[in-house]
């Protein structure tokens, strides 16, 4: 069911908040956690933020301006954070950072970032409602919202002369 109210919604109410403990499985062959690790951990707990303002079914339509910044690795644990960051029609905007905990010194630092994008799996007659950013954070990757979308619309249309071309025959065929 979708939110239907005219009012906008706080970036706070869509928070999603997540740890996980970094184990020798997570690893790959340099001691880091691999990338697919993070990125599935990602769309996993990114998408609750965006079922928290659409109270509806929701599909990942991409992932963007991903920035892996520090490595983690054994003995980190990672805490991701995401809310909604921008909402159009169908689709909305989800903002995600890990911030990596080393567990022996409790220092801690920022891993990684990436915007997701999420789209209604049926569709609604009503607009998303609106997010209302609260601190300083949330303020600067909203204001952002509008060009990214732009930036998308843009992209899409490029990505879709490339899909035009791609030869789907078996390559094992004479």
């Not at 997570?26 to 109270?55: I, M, P, W, Y």
């Not at 929701?58 to 805490?79: E, G, K, M, Y």
């Not at 809310?83 to 911030?99: D, M, N, P």
């Amino acid at each position: 069911m979708i939110n239907l109210s005219i009012q906008p919604i706080s970036c706070n109410q869509t928070l999603a908040v997540a740890t996980h403990r970094i184990f020798p499985p997570d690893l790959n062959e340099h001691q880091t956690v691999f990338g697919g690790k993070l990125l599935s951990l990602v769309d996993d707990s990114a998408s609750v933020a965006a079922v928290r303002l659409t109270h509806a079914k929701v599909v990942t339509a991409s992932l963007d301006h991903i920035n892996f910044l520090v490595p983690f690795q054994l003995d980190n644990i990672i805490s991701m954070e995401a809310y909604v960051s921008g909402t159009g029609h169908r689709s909305l905007e989800v903002f995600a950072k890990l911030i990596g905990e080393d567990l022996m010194t409790g220092k801690r630092f920022l891993g990684f970032t990436c915007f997701l994008t999420y789209v209604l799996s049926t569709p609604q007659a009503a607009s998303l409602p609106t997010v209302r950013p609260v601190t300083k954070e949330q303020r600067y990757v909203c204001a952002g919202y509008l060009q990214r979308y732009q930036e998308r619309q843009a992209q899409r249309a490029s990505e879709q002369a490339l899909i035009n071309h791609v030869n789907l025959d078996s390559p094992f065929q004479p």
